[in-house]
């Protein structure tokens, strides 16, 4: 029985970890991972005991991108219709919003390179840390292609700044993990050995609070970076802390704090 191309581990409570499978080509995206990476996303969404997804690689990378014999066969295009080229780009486009979408934070461990695609599906995870090996880029524009895609453009000034993004996407140079951590790529970085756990430790911090704190906060958090104005932004924010206001776990909450032990929170 063939390996499943995106393993899932929920051995940790409230926590699911999903794991690139193709750890021979560098984790390298086929239209059949990201379809099952799509589907893991989907399916941990449903959980309701699922309540943080942890996004890593096997092997020795994070992920190198798209994989170029996916699409170029003997030196052409591996199709020339422009609605199978369309539905290609779809499928991968269409990743990085479910993962903003799904209710629960993600938290990229990034274990080794994250190239292209696989660099923006870094970007787009809430949370990033990385092992010293890590290295990030996307060298599309030095093979006759732009470096925006897959949310690139979108997601990377927001981290780093427009003028640092535009160099870093304009030369297709790489970052490594000591200056991903500089400029505020990722929130911090590990030795190889102890990725994983540094990854798992944050996602127990997120998954210790309650269910609709976890979802709206992050909501608010992607909501509010295009937000048109401030008081735009504190519209949103009002309606989400009322709600939580009524919820039990806000009572149960005041009444841990009252009695100085933690919270026990249910979801409601």
Sequence with gaps: MAEPLVEIDRSESGVAVLSLNRPD??????WDLMSALRAALTENERDPSCRVVVLTGKGRAFCAGLDLKAIIQDGEMAWSDPVQAMAFQELFG??????RRIRQPIVAAVNGAAVGAGFALALAA???????????????VKIG?????????????????????????????EVRADEALSIGLVSGVTEPADLLAAALET???IAA????????????????????????????????QVVAMLSGDF???????KEKRPPVFKGG
């Design 209 to 240: 609070n309650s269910p609709y704190s976890i979802k709206h906060t992050k909501q608010l958090m992607w909501s509010n970076l295009d937000a048109p104005s401030l008081q735009a932004a504190l519209e949103l924010e009002n309606h989400a």
């Design 94 to 99: 269409g990743t990085t919003p479910l993962m």
């Design 145 to 173: 292609l732009t470096a925006g895609e897959t949310g690139i453009s979108y997601h990377l000034p927001r981290l780093v700044g427009a003028g640092r993004a535009f160099e870093i996407m304009l030369t297709g140079r």
């Design 203 to 205: 996602a127990r911090a």
């Design 25 to 30: 080509d560098l984790n390298a995206l086929t």
């Design 251 to 257: 009572a149960e909450g005041i009444a841990a704090f």
């Design 126 to 140: 809430d949370v990033r840390i990385a092992s010293t090996s890590a290295r990030f880029l996307n060298g599309a």
